[in-house]
């Protein structure tokens, strides 16, 4: 709630509005826009790529967590950015330009919004999108607030990599982080008593609040001849599935060649009471990579291997883990019951 005589965005009004976040929005420059009906954006090549992706209030953040925690505007845009970055990169492509939509109550306070656009145009220049303009958006009033971000790109190849071309032999490899962005949720939906982080539990927090998805590591490997590739959005084993599946094959994952990412998430599992290589395997939102490369080609810096690709037979598992198949279920589902590590 606005505290009292706190200036929010039914006050300022839209015009008002928009003279207080466009200044903070801030990228590459785009052909034409913000300011026109449209933006007008290069497509070398003739062909792009787009994504879009919606954060709700209470759905997929929220401003005050059980122990207390309060949500910045600058966390929500981050993230925002972060992920929509992410499924450019994730095609073998580089972001070129975002357009933003916000839907926000009457009362929400206009420093919030200002917050929430240095927040994104941070993580687009942090991250590394350095081609990405900031082209343009839409405001709307509504019961709770939302942002909505559409980002375009272009293919570092000429053509993208899709999550369908895994090839029997090939070796599955990822770049980023697991379970970090998990278990910092965790921490957040704690009760206020587990509220005194450690030093490695508030790193987690961060990871939750802004994820780093490794921008520029997907137009690599595109370049290094992968096979497959997909964002890690939704926990590796069921992102590792959907590759699966849509490829036509088995992915088989190695559980030793991923002790080093549960390490980090430790500490917290002792708070918690928590099963770390459950946040590795299951937990989303890190937004790293998930690739397949032929077998004795170079892989790119930054990857590694955690599995390998075999041919898959009529009811055959799509994932095994250390030989043992790994049933259905698991993984993040925007309509299902709310699960014990992504936001609600």
């Given amino acids: 709630m606005p505290e009292n005589n706190q200036l929010t965005v039914g006050n300022l009004g839209e015009s008002g509005l928009l003279d207080r976040i466009l200044p903070r929005l801030r990228g590459a420059a785009a052909l034409l826009g913000p300011g026109d009906d449209a933006a007008l954006i290069a497509a070398p090549g003739g062909k792009f790529v787009i994504t879009v992706d919606t954060l709700v209030q209470d759905q997929d953040f929220r401003l005050r967590w059980p122990n207390g925690f309060e949500s910045s505007g600058f966390d929500v ?109 965790a921490l957040l939906d704690a009760p206020a008593s587990h509220l005194d982080w450690s030093e490695q539990e508030r790193a987690l927090v961060f990871g939750q609040r802004r994820p780093s998805p490794p921008l520029g590591a997907g137009p690599e490997a595109a370049r290094a001849g992968a096979t497959a590739m997909m964002d890690l959005s939704d926990g590796l084993l069921k992102d590792g599935r959907r590759m699966a599946v849509a490829s036509n094959v088995k992915i ?93």
């Fill in 77 to 185: 845009g981050w993230k925002s950015a972060a992920q929509n970055l992410s499924d450019v990169n994730a095609m073998g492509a580089i972001a070129t330009a975002a357009v933003i939509s916000l839907t926000l109550p009457h009362g929400t306070p206009v420093s919030w919004v200002e917050d929430l656009a240095e927040g994104f145009s941070a993580a687009v220049r942090d991250l590394g999108a350095s081609y990405c303009a900031i082209a343009g958006g839409d405001l709307g009033r509504g019961g709770e607030l939302s942002i909505t971000a559409a980002v375009t790109g272009m293919l570092a190849m000429g053509k993208p990599v899709l999550r369908s071309g895994a090839k029997p032999g090939d070796l599955v490899a990822i770049n980023g982080v697991l379970g970090v962005a998990a278990a910092g949720l």
């Fill in 252 to 344: 088989e994952i190695d559980s030793a060649s991923l002790r080093s990412y549960a390490a980090p998430l430790q500490t917290a599992a002792q708070v918690l009471s928590g099963d770390p290589m459950s946040w590795v395997l299951e937990g989303g939102e890190d937004h790293g990579l998930l690739a397949t490369f032929p077998r004795g080609l170079e892989i790119p810096v930054g990857f590694k291997v955690i599995g390998e690709v075999s041919p898959r037979n009529t009811g055959d598992a799509a994932v095994l883990l250390d030989g043992i198949k790994i049933a259905e279920g698991g993984g993040y589902d925007h309509f299902r019951a709310r699960s014990s590590w992504h936001s609600t």
